[in-house]
């Protein structure tokens, strides 16, 4: 395999590409703006951008959010999300902005998040694929006639049909209302509802506010019950799940935030030394035993 390298200097211009292209993303039409031009642009455009950003994801009304849009996620019209309009100088004043395709001959009038059932788009009732229905107001089938408009059927791992969902679009104000997470400013461009590493997750899957949520406990029996219960022997009884991720206390196998290398290393060799203590309790005989009783082999005549 013919290993490639790169000089620091080189690898400095791709992340400052990589930076670019985040920030800009097609509104260069394909022409990379001259510094001059990179440096007027985020003058003007990422004031508004910080302050107007639009949350975007996909759910059922008064539930979790079954999917938080991207900047690559695929729209109804097949195109991505960054190809929509997301910048706004003054919001909208409609209940759910419009967030109409760029893309030349596109007829969406805003992003429509379609369900994807594995790596492929789900089917509607009538049994075509989104592909085959029109982007336009009504969703129409131009396959069969007898279609009154995409309706997924297919069950989300919420358990809730897909046509029970909606695309929700919703500023700042609003989501924090929902009781969900904004994150923080970032001057990129189509971030939807993306706050972090946990939004890529499907909703039933992730354990943030926006999502399934933490488990309020770990329903486990007390220590020194019959059950014996692993999870007891570790951590205690009724130790909440946040408690064993925040660090307060060790976590077997893990390292705490707050532990430098020798006090990790050197707890990880005593709890080695523990087990190994109990292993051998185990195995040796009971205090007072007796052994059983042996005949001694005879020799022969």
């Known amino acids: 395999m013919e290993k490639i390298?790169?000089?620091?200097?080189?690898s400095l211009a791709v992340e400052e590409y990589l930076e670019y292209r985040r920030i800009v993303g097609d509104d260069d039409g394909g022409q990379?703006?001259?510094?001059?031009?990179?440096?007027?642009?985020?003058?003007?455009?990422?004031?508004?951008?910080?302050?107007?950003?639009?949350?975007?994801?996909w759910g059922v009304p008064g539930g979790i959010d079954c999917?938080?849009?991207?900047?690559?996620?695929?729209?109804?019209c097949t195109h991505r999300y960054k190809q929509h309009r997301t910048d706004f100088e003054r919001l909208p004043g409609l209940r759910r902005p419009l967030l109409p395709c760029r893309a030349r001959g596109c007829g969406c009038e805003s992003y429509r998040y379609v369900p994807r059932r594995g790596s492929q788009p789900a089917r509607c009732s009538?049994?075509?694929?989104?592909?085959?229905?029109?982007?336009?107001?009504?969703?129409?089938?131009?396959?069969?006639?007898?279609?009154?408009?995409?309706r997924c059927p297919s069950t989300c791992g919420c358990g809730q049909p897909g046509y029970a969902h909606e695309t929700l679009v919703e500023t700042e104000e609003q989501r924090r209302a929902r009781g969900r997470p904004v994150g923080r400013p970032v001057p990129y461009a189509a971030m939807g509802g993306l706050t972090g590493f946990s939004s890529l997750a499907e909703g039933y899957l992730r354990l943030d506010a926006s999502g399934a949520g933490v488990p309020p406990s770990l329903a486990v029996p007390p220590s020194g019950s019959a059950a014996g219960h692993?999870?007891?022997?570790?951590?205690?009884?009724?130790?909440?799940?946040?408690?064993?991720?925040?660090?307060?206390?060790p976590v077997p196998g893990l390292r705490s935030p707050e532990e430098d290398d020798m006090a990790?290393?050197?707890?990880?060799?005593?709890?080695?030394?523990?087990?190994?203590?109990?292993?051998?309790?185990?195995?040796?005989p009971a205090s007072g035993a007796k052994l059983p009783n042996r005949t001694p082999r005879q020799a022969p005549k």
């Open 67 to 76: 999917k938080l849009i991207g900047p690559e996620t695929p729209c109804f």
């Open 126 to 150: 009538c049994k075509h694929a989104a592909e085959e229905h029109s982007e336009a107001p009504g969703l129409a089938c131009r396959r069969c006639a007898s279609c009154s408009g995409f």
């Open 230 to 249: 692993t999870l007891v022997e570790a951590f205690g009884a009724q130790t909440p799940v946040g408690e064993l991720n925040s660090g307060a206390r």
């Open 264 to 284: 990790y290393f050197e707890r990880r060799y005593q709890e080695r030394l523990k087990m190994e203590k109990m292993a051998n309790r185990r195995t040796a």
């Open 32 to 57: 990379t703006f001259t510094p001059e031009e990179y440096e007027e642009y985020k003058r003007r455009v990422l004031p508004s951008r910080l302050r107007n950003r639009l949350y975007v994801s």
């Open 5 to 10: 390298s790169v000089s620091g200097d080189a």
